[in-house]
T-cell receptor, first 115, second 113 residues
Framework: AQSVAQPEDQVNVAEGNPLTVKCTYS??????LFWYVQYPNRGLQFLLK??????LVKGSYGFEAEFNKSQTSFHLKKPSALVSDSALYFC?????????????FGAGTRLAVHP | NAGVTQTPKFQVLKTGQSMTLQCAQD?????MSWYRQDPGMGLRLIHY???????DQGEVPNGYNVSRSTTEDFPLRLLSAAPSQTSVYFC????????????FGSGTRLTVV
């Protein structure tokens, strides 16, 4: 069954430093992978997706993610972190069942960017 | 263009009470779904709908009921609230070309005492 794992509950990084939020996946067939961000007291916002094509996917707010098939990973990255990037980040994978595209989410990783 | 609107934003219920969480979207999306968010567990799918009159169960459907009489609305009913249903509930919608991602509402924080 399709699933994703986010091994870190929290990631701490200093402002201006690069950041990485990790995600590994387990799927049968070609994976459809997503990253969402949740700011405090808000709903989830779509950041980026990998369906096919280039392994480096660029998304909103300067984020990018690298799809690595051999390592079954889809890590979220940003070259220079901002304090405003502090939020809860979710990795998700598509599960097609009953003709409906369900999103299966990881447990989430809290990113804290310190001034 | 409001996107996905959820009401209420906060609710406190007593054990055994029933209530309906409202969700409405104005984007003419075919697909709608309900998730619950619990600490350390991410988001889990409760129920979903692929169009008016068509609903199905997700991962954690017990204790919840849904119906979809119109494209715009997808209410979630708690039949007899239990403390285990204390959670944050999100409604989401998407088009048939779903890979553009789901649009989420801002959530309903429910506490059952």
């Amino acid at each position: 069954a399709q699933s994703v794992a986010q091994p870190e509950d929290q990631v701490n990084v200093a402002e201006g430093n690069p950041l990485t939020v990790k995600c590994t996946y387990s799927v049968s067939g070609n994976p459809y992978l997503f990253w969402y961000v949740q700011y405090p007291n808000r709903g989830l916002q779509f950041l980026l997706k990998y369906i096919t094509g280039d392994n480096l996917v660029k998304g909103s707010y300067g984020f990018e993610a690298e799809f690595n098939k051999s390592q079954t990973s889809f890590h979220l990255k940003k070259p220079s972190a901002l304090v405003s990037d502090s939020a809860l980040y979710f990795c998700a994978v598509r599960r097609l069942a009953g003709g409906y595209n369900k999103l299966i989410f990881g447990a989430g990783t809290r990113l804290a960017v310190h001034p | 263009n409001a996107g996905v609107t959820q009401t209420p934003k906060f609710q406190v219920l007593k054990t055994g009470q029933s209530m309906t969480l409202q969700c409405a979207q104005d984007m003419n999306h075919e697909y709608m779904s309900w998730y619950r968010q619990d600490p350390g567990m991410g988001l889990r799918l409760i129920h979903y709908s692929v169009g008016a009159g068509i609903t199905d169960q997700g991962e954690v459907p017990n204790g919840y009921n849904v119906s979809r009489s119109t494209t715009e609305d997808f209410p979630l009913r708690l039949l007899s609230a239990a403390p285990s249903q204390t959670s944050v509930y999100f409604c989401a919608s998407s088009t048939g070309t779903w890979w553009y991602g789901y649009t989420f509402g801002s959530g309903t924080r429910l506490t059952v005492v």
